[in-house]
C-alpha cells in the first residue's frame, strides 16, 4: 500500500472533485522517452477544478508565484524533448493541493501563501480535503512511482529524477543572489558536479541547497521518489524573472541541458 492512501475512516466522500472537461490531474510527456531522466514539475499548473471555481480568488491571482512555479513548465517541455526522456507535469495549482508536501503538513492546502488569503482553502471540510487528496495527490504520487518502478525494470540505467521548479527574486523583503539553486542531499554525485557546471565561467551564481534545502524533511516529490528510497534525484531552482518569457525559458533549457550533459555522460544525443 502507498504510504499516501492512508485516509481517515468515517469521511463521507462529495462528489467528485473532477468532472468531463476538466484536465487531467497528471500530463505526461514523451511517455515512452529512452535517456534515463524521468523530468518532473510539480507546481506546474495554475489552473483549478470546475468545481471549486477559483476558490474565492481574483484573477489577477492566478498570474502570480503563489498559484504555480513561474516558468518551470516550459523549462520542462523542452528539457524532456532535449533528452528524449519522460515528464511529468501537474495538472492543477498549487493553491488546491499542494503535491510538493507530505500529508501531515499544513501547507498541504495553504489557507495562506506569501501573505494572501486564499477564501476557498478556509473552513475546508475533511471530505472536501479528502476529495483532494483523492483526485489529485494520490494520482501524481502514483503516477511517479509508476514511471520510475518502469523505468527501473527496463533494463538500462538507473533513472535520474529531476524535479523543476522557480523562485521569487524577493522573499520576505530580502533579494535572492542566485540565478538557479540545485537541491539534493546525500550522495554528490551528480549535483555537485552538475552545479560547477552551471557555475562555469563565473557569470551564474548557483545556490547550493538554496533557496530551499533538501535536507529539511518535507515529504515532498524528490524526498519520497529518490532521496527516502535510495533513489538518485534533485531538483533544480530556477530564478522566476529569468524565466517569466518565452525567450528566458528557452535560454535556462538551455543552459541547464548543456550542464546535465556534462553530469550525465551516458546520454546519447
Known amino acids: ?90 495538472g492543477y495549482s498549487r493553491l488546491v493541493i499542494d503535491l510538493n508536501r507530505g500529508l ?24 472536501g480535503r479528502a476529495a483532494r487528496i483523492k483526485a489529485l495527490y494520490h494520482p501524481w504520487h502514483r503516477t511517479v512511482a509508476a514511471r520510475l518502478h518502469r523505468m527501473e525494470t527496463s533494463g538500462g540505467p538507473a533513472p535520474v529524477l529531476i524535479g523543476l521548479h522557480s523562485f521569487t527574486p524577493v522573499m520576505a523583503g530580502l533579494k535572492r543572489p542566485w540565478q538557479v539553486g540545485v537541491l539534493w542531499d546525500g550522495d554528490g554525485t551528480l549535483p555537485r558536479p552538475l552545479m560547477a557546471a552551471l557555475a562555469a565561467g ?27 528510497v535510495n533513489r538518485s534525484g534533485f531538483s533544480i531552482e530556477i530564478r522566476q524573472d529569468l524565466v517569466a518569457d518565452e525567450r528566458g525559458c528557452a535560454e535556462w533549457a538551455g543552459r541547464v541541458a548543456e550542464a546535465l550533459k556534462q553530469v550525465l555522460p551516458y546520454i546519447k544525443h
Not at 495553504?110 to 476557498?120: C, F, K
Open 202 to 228: 563565473g557569470e551564474i551564481h548557483v545556490g547550493d541547497n538554496m533557496p530551499y534545502s533538501a535536507r529539511n524533511p518535507s515529504g515532498g516529490t524528490l524526498e519520497t521518489h529518490a532521496l527516502d
Open 104 to 127: 501531515d503538513q499544513p501547507t498541504l492546502i495553504p489557507e495562506y501563501s506569501d501573505g494572501i488569503a486564499i477564501p476557498g482553502n478556509h473552513g475546508l471540510s475533511e471530505a
Open 1 to 90: 500500500m502507498y504510504l499516501s492512501d492512508c485516509i481517515p475512516t468515517g469521511i463521507v466522500t462529495p462528489e467528485p472533485l473532477l468532472g468531463p472537461g476538466d484536465a487531467p490531474p497528471v500530463i505526461e510527456l514523451n511517455r515512452d522517452g529512452a535517456a534515463p531522466i524521468l523530468f518532473v514539475c510539480d507546481h506546474a499548473s495554475r489552473i483549478f477544478p470546475t468545481s471549486l471555481g477559483r476558490l474565492d480568488l481574483s484573477p489577477e491571482i492566478l498570474d502570480l508565484h503563489v498559484a504555480y512555479d513561474i516558468g518551470a513548465a516550459a523549462v520542462t517541455r523542452q528539457l524532456s524533448e532535449t533528452f528524449d526522456a519522460p515528464a511529468l507535469l501537474a
